[in-house]
């Protein structure tokens, strides 16, 4: 999946958007692991705050990610 070709910007086919929005999903789903894993541990106290939002904005990626996948996958031609 090349962003930019010999002759400028590519444009994205749905096939793109649907594998952009499953590396969006995988993501946010390691770092929300990552997230939980930190603080589930108790040694980051200082920023349980900071932690929490950071969960909740995960939470948020992963909606927006199955969200835009499904979308495109039921816009295939």
């Known amino acids: 999946m ?3 070709s010999g ?3 590519k444009k994205f086919d749905n ?3 649907i594998k952009m929005f499953e590396r969006l999903g995988s993501l946010g789903a390691v ?3 990552i997230i939980i894993l930190m603080i589930e541990s108790g040694k980051f106290g200082a920023y349980q705050n900071l932690l929490d939002m ?3 904005a995960m939470i948020v ?3 927006v ?3 835009g ?3 495109f996958k039921t816009k295939r031609k």
């Open 2 to 4: 090349s962003f930019i």
């Open 7 to 9: 002759n400028g910007p």
């Open 15 to 17: 096939e793109d958007k």
């Open 31 to 33: 770092l929300a692991l």
């Open 54 to 56: 950071g969960l909740t």
């Open 61 to 63: 990626v992963l909606a």
């Open 65 to 67: 990610a199955l969200v």
């Open 69 to 71: 996948s499904v979308f």
